[in-house]
């Protein structure tokens, strides 16, 4: 089975902060990575796929990256409404996600 | 607007059964695959089983082959999870997620979740 390791697990940053995430595949996945965002009581919200397309209607803020079998989650300007856990998620094989990483308010 | 609402959780005794239910409106739903992905009460993501447009590519996670069944009804608009032999690590908030194609496993529709409790 493939593993993700997402890292940190949490992070505190500030308004207007550049915050990134980062998640590492057990083997190779070639692009096939997303990124979701929770708000807590809410459903996840897909972000990323592809490792970096972004999805309709999300703001240009977000980006996601690839280097080997690292791939990395980036909010250019972080918002109020950023504050969120976010979930990586392969697709190369059955389906696994990341343990999650929760970005607090500093 | 696409729309997902789930119905059929509450307690469920270890060993019995209980069948959860997915309502979709606002999308071609016979055109895309379907998925339903659990968390755990604090906890993070699983995908417990997906199917595709015409039920012809069913899965499974290997914590629920065998004794979870997946099914859909195309003309009801309808997704199903018929959950046997229930176990207390089942407990979750169930989603009934749409896929962005058929069988991408890329989840861009999500419901907001019925909450399945296993418990005596």
């Known amino acids: 089975a493939i593993h993700l390791t997402q890292s940190p697990s949490s992070l505190s940053a500030s308004v207007g902060d550049r915050v990134t995430i980062t998640c590492r595949a057990s083997?190779?996945?070639?692009?096939?990575l997303a990124w979701y965002q929770q708000k807590p009581g809410k459903a996840p919200n897909l972000l990323i796929y592809?490792?970096?397309t972004l999805e309709s209607g999300v703001p240009s803020r977000f980006s996601g990256s690839l280097s080997g079998t690292d791939f990395t989650l980036t909010i250019s300007s972080l918002q109020p409404e950023d504050f969120a856990t976010y979930f990586c998620?392969?697709?190369?094989?059955?389906?696994?996600f990341g343990g999650g990483t929760k970005v607090e308010i500093k | 607007e696409v729309q997902l609402v789930e119905s059929g959780g509450g307690l469920g005794q270890p060993d019995r059964s209980l069948r959860l239910s997915c309502a979709a409106s606002?999308?071609?739903?016979?055109?895309?695959?379907m998925h339903w992905v659990r968390q755990g009460p604090g906890k993070g993501l699983e995908w417990v089983s997906g199917?595709?447009?015409?039920?012809?590519?069913?899965d499974y996670a290997d914590s629920v082959k065998g004794r979870f069944t997946i099914s859909r009804d195309n003309a009801k608009r309808s997704l199903y999870l018929q959950m046997n032999s229930l176990r207390a690590e089942d407990t979750a908030l169930y989603y009934c997620?749409?896929?962005?194609?058929?069988?991408?496993?890329?989840?861009?529709?999500w419901g907001q979740g019925t909450l399945v409790t296993v418990s005596s």
């Open positions: 592809d490792a970096s």
């Open positions: 083997q190779g996945i070639t692009s096939s």
């Open positions: 199917i595709s447009w015409n039920s012809g590519n069913i």
């Open positions: 606002g999308f071609t739903f016979d055109n895309y695959a």
């Open positions: 997620v749409k896929d962005i194609g058929d069988t991408f496993y890329i989840f861009d529709y």
């Open positions: 998620q392969q697709f190369k094989s059955y389906p696994r």
